[in-house]
């Protein structure tokens, strides 16, 4: 059985604690590797190496940080394939799909070498009598990012990008689920010329979690994954004095109006609602039409679709989705289906029963369709994670907006139109993060920042994007005044005590 350690000092270590996680292999269902979990002694140690790495590199000049990480990006683009491949074997997604998740990393590194710009201070000449302001932007010293199991090359992407090239040393701590792809990446790093401890990765649970959250050494927590961690970690980290960012889960809607184009929405909701099995924070899993006509349209056209979604194991480049993340998340979704038709909801097709031949023991669930959902059913309060669309039927424009509006999360929305007033209006309106306009996944890219309100984040700072590199630095204002100096004083004639 293959072992996965923890990349510390630049090198694979093994485990010590004793304590080991299942990494399965969605597609077969098999257990692939065992994970090492990391106990809070094996957490000190790698605090203390990265603090002592993390001066030389800070002083390290910016563009020599930003030539490491465009080192990074060469010899991780000639990788994909093989990246993508490993990914997918551990998520489950396909590999098409795992080259997007990779793919969408490596841009905020590419931002990320942008650096020795994005870190440029402000300067005022003469902002008083002889006086000058400038600021600066200083790195916070060790920080960590805790990151979730849908998105494992991306998401720790995001944060060691943005955290290295402002000089910080960076502590990930990815998801027990599928970690070998953050451990190929940090190994990346290193062979780009990045010195030893400036990027560690310790794999663990909640107890490495809850040593991070504590730890003296660390000055800021980076979090991604479901709502009540996120939660317990932005309060857990700000009560030991630490800047935090934490991202949660979302419910995240897509209204069509009846003007839109109803074949584009309907591609728009089949994509969105089921690429990836929905395990996207940004999945589309709630469809809003807007009045019986674009209802009765919609569903028309968007039954068949989902009858007919292709599902196969991740290598299978024709299928449309993998099978999810373990057996026990395809249990969770499949009982939020039981739960959907025991609270009414009509549940159109359903995808609970099916097989994968030849692959009997993965972890696959069927697209499912749910109709006539109501604002008040769990299944569309709360956030399923899985392959499962749920649609409310809204009487006009302002009770669609009211939906997400007042609903929980509040992570991505889109609206389908050819009204641009309406759409307007809308992204004016909606009191959610990202907003899409005839586009289901509104992900900004790179050089924009991500970030959902309410409660799909707790923190000031969104990730990537110019938020990512005031996140992880300090600002330092300077303010100087020189005395009269030697150029109105200058004395030639030889001094003397009278
Ligand atoms: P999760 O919250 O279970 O796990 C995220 C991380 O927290 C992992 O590293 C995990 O080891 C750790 N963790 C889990 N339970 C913990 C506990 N009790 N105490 C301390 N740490 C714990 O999330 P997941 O299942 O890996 O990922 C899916 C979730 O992430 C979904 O809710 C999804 O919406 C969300 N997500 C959000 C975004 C976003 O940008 N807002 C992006 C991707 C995923």
Not at 117 to 123: D, I, R
Not at 226 to 244: D, E, F, L, M, N
Not at 430 to 435: C, H, N, P, T
């Amino acid at each position: 059985m293959r072992e996965i350690g923890h990349f510390v000092a630049g090198r694979t270590v093994p485990g010590t604690s004793g304590r080991t996680g299942d990494v399965f292999k969605p597609a077969t269902g098999e257990i692939q590797a065992k994970v090492a979990l990391a106990s809070p002694s094996e957490i000190d140690e790698i605090v203390a190496n990265a603090a002592e790495a993390q001066a030389g590199w800070a002083a390290t000049n910016p563009q020599k940080r930003a030539r490491v990480l465009m080192e990074f990006c060469r010899l991780a683009y000639a990788e994909i394939d093989e990246l993508a491949a490993l990914l997918a074997s551990e998520h489950g997604k396909t590999v098409p799909d795992a080259k997007g998740d990779l793919q969408r990393g490596l841009e905020v590194i590419e931002f990320a070498i942008g650096a020795p710009h994005l870190l440029k201070g402000e300067f005022t000449e003469g902002a008083g009598p002889g006086i000058d302001m400038y600021s600066m932007r200083q790195p916070l010293g060790v920080v960590a990012g805790i990151t979730p199991f849908n998105f494992p090359a991306m998401i720790p992407m995001w944060m060691f990008g943005p955290a290295i090239a402002c000089g910080n040393a960076f502590i990930l701590k990815p998801s027990e689920r599928d970690p070998s792809v953050p451990m190929r990446l940090a190994e990346l790093m290193i062979e780009a010329g990045l010195p030893e401890g400036i990027l560690n990765v310790v794999n663990g649970d909640k107890e490495a979690v809850e040593t991070l959250l504590a730890h003296p050494g660390i000055a800021a927590i980076s979090f991604v994954g479901s709502t009540p961690i996120a939660r317990h970690v932005y309060q857990t980290a700000a009560a030991h004095g630490k800047r935090v960012q934490a991202l949660g889960g979302a419910k995240n809607h897509l209204i069509v109006m009846p003007d839109a184009d109803m074949d584009q929405a309907v591609n728009a909701l089949i994509g969105a609602g089921y690429g990836s099995g929905g395990e996207r924070c940004m999945a589309v899993s709630v469809a809003v039409p807007v009045g019986e006509e674009a209802a009765s349209a919609l569903m028309e056209r968007l039954v068949p679709r989902v009858e007919s979604l292709k599902i196969g194991p991740s290598h299978d480049a024709d299928a449309d989705f993998g099978p999810l993340v373990t057996a026990a998340h395809r249990d969770r979704v499949r009982s939020y289906v039981d739960l959907g038709v025991e609270e009414g909801a009509d549940l159109v097709v359903d995808g609970r029963g099916f097989q994968m031949q030849g692959y009997e023991d993965g972890f696959y669930i069927g697209g499912c369709l749910f109709d006539n959902v109501k604002p008040d059913m769990r299944i569309y309060r709360e956030e399923i994670f899985g392959p499962v669309l749920s649609v409310v039927r809204a009487k006009d424009y302002e009770e669609a907006l009211s939906l997400p509006n007042e609903h929980e999360f509040g992570n991505g929305v889109a609206i389908f139109t050819r009204d641009g007033d309406a759409a307007r209006d809308f992204a004016t309106r909606a009191q959610i993060g990202m907003v899409g306009i005839n586009v289901p996944i509104p992900v900004p890219l790179a050089y924009h920042s991500f970030g959902g309100w309410k409660a799909s984040l707790f923190g000031a700072h969104n990730q990537h994007g110019p938020d990512s590199f005031h996140f992880f630095t300090r600002a330092k204002t300077v303010t100087s005044r020189w005395p009269s100096g030697i150029k109105d004083t200058a004395e030639f004639v030889m001094p003397t005590m009278s």
